[in-house]
């Protein structure tokens, strides 16, 4: 069974352009994470759907960030423009709700130069 | 701002022996408690859930719920090189499934 499948693995960019990044959550799940790891600030929660609706985005640094989940078996989180200090690893989590368990991605690593 | 607490380590144990991690939190109505494991470089996995006051025993884990001190532990019994890694305790806050991380305790396991 497949888990959350996260692309692209890894990503460089430059300062100002657009990063995209994509989730496929384990099907059947109806809970969707993404959170942004750093040596600095660890682990934080930046936004999170419930059957594909946005339930709390007050972790989105910024309003350079935005993400979507137009179904159930794919979101987006976006980044525009992206700046160095983006640079981190993001992990998108699904779980289901019966369980309260959530399970992660192999995550995104993001370096902005 | 709810918080939960660990202590960053780096934990050394010697191979065989009991790792002890700690984790205190600060929403008193959490009722729900994770363990994760994250190896460098990997992402976090999970390896214990706990709800119950009381102790919990999966393998050579064993997780320990004191809400009334709001205290969750995870021991390692025997533990072993693979064991080499950083735990994250986490605590579920509202209705919704939200998570909230420690910033983790590395755990180095010595031959």
């Known amino acids: 069974d497949a888990g959350v499948i996260q692309s692209p693995r890894h990503e460089v960019t430059e300062m100002g352009q657009e990063v995209t990044l994509r989730c496929k959550p384990i099907s059947g799940h109806n809970s969707l994470f993404w959170y942004r790891q750093t040596m600095m600030r660890g682990l934080e929660l930046l936004i999170y759907?419930?059957?594909?609706?946005?339930?709390?985005d007050s972790g989105m640094p910024e309003d350079r960030f935005s993400a979507k989940m137009p179904n159930a078996s794919f979101s987006t989180l976006k980044i525009q423009p992206s700046e160095p200090r983006d640079s981190a690893v993001y992990f998108c989590?699904?779980?289901?709700?019966?369980?309260?368990?959530?399970?992660f991605g192999p995550g995104t690593r993001l370096l902005v130069l | 701002q709810k918080e939960v607490e660990q202590n960053s380590g780096p934990l050394s144990v010697p191979e065989g022996a009991i790792a002890s991690l700690n984790c205190t939190y600060s929403d008193r109505g959490s009722q729900s408690f994770f363990w994760y494991r994250q190896y460098s470089g990997k992402s976090p996995e999970l390896i214990m859930s706990i709800y119950s006051n009381g102790d919990k025993e999966d393998g050579r884990f064993t997780a320990q719920l004191n809400k009334a001190s709001q205290y969750v532990s995870l021991l390692i019994r025997d533990s072993q090189p693979s064991d080499s890694a950083t735990y994250l305790c986490?605590?579920?806050?509202?209705?919704?499934?939200?998570?909230?991380f420690g910033a983790g305790t590395q755990v180095v396991v010595t031959p």
């Open positions: 986490a605590v579920k806050e509202g209705s919704w499934g939200k998570l909230q």
């Open positions: 989590a699904s779980g289901g709700q019966i369980q309260e368990t959530q399970y």
């Open positions: 759907f419930n059957n594909n609706v946005p339930i709390d």
